[in-house]
């Protein structure tokens, strides 16, 4: 019985509300859906920087020479175009460059040797900004001959069909974890040179990734979870804050009813008149002389002199 007459009195609170009222609720409510939703959107915006991993693959080209029947007569190379690729390196970040290479398994890619791979980033105008150079040699491992051996002995009929690679055919290549994006000069391409100009190249990619703290890596890395979290807790902020005024509105409300319903009473009052038992208009002046004769008889009745 105490929950219907509850809501009773819920219900008839609220058709007591006024127009202008309703609707600023549910704008209220609408307000901290839009917050509640934007809220994640604006985190991840502030807090990621524009690439935090970016893996591109790349073109090996290189220039030929008519005096040598059109043979490589400058190293491969392979550009990175930010604007082409829609992305950007936020500035005031470090990222770190590295190169996955595949090699092709030939008797030239055999005897290459030692050879060295330069990354060069280039601001707007192609001037380079920074240089890293790293030495590469293809060469196996006491562990990759063993791994080899051990591979080819139990798959023997894959292997001599050549379905595995006689000798390790891929790299992966650190040129630096420390290359600041800066304000100023900001960078525009990244250009790939392979300082061999025999390297026969069957795929490579070259990997971007920024340093980022452990918020960025979570919203990063957990895109859903991070956004229902943050939508659940802004929206219970949100909602916390939208309850507390229009609770001290509506206290607002009450005490000005309240006040007014008090002037009211006040003003009724002061209309009454006195009245006899036949509902005549009583004259209250002499009751109140007599009160205070009763009170001040020296004062107000006049001394009578002796006569000599």
Known sequence: ????????????????????????VFASIIIVFVASFITPILLRWILLPNIVSHSQSLDFTFRTCADQLYGVCSFPEAVINLDEIETALSSGYYYSFSLNIELVDSPENRQLGMFQVQVSPQDIAGTTIAKFKKTVLFRPSFYSKVYTFIRNTLFFPLY?????????????????DQFLESKNIPTKSINIELQNRFIQVASADFNIRAHVGISSYVLYNYPTITYLIIFAISFAIYSGLCVLYWYNRGINLWVEEEEAEISVVDIANSNIELTDNQGRALNPLPYIKVLITSFFPAFLKPSKKKRA
């Not at 929950?3 to 008839?12: A, E, G, L, Q, V």
């Open 160 to 176: 001599i069909i050549g379905y595995f690679p006689s000798f390790d055919t891929s790299k992966l290549i650190l040129f630096t």
């Open 1 to 24: 019985m105490a929950i219907i007459s509850t809501s009773k009195k819920f219900i008839n609170s609220c058709r007591q509300l006024s127009s202008e009222t309703i609707l600023s």
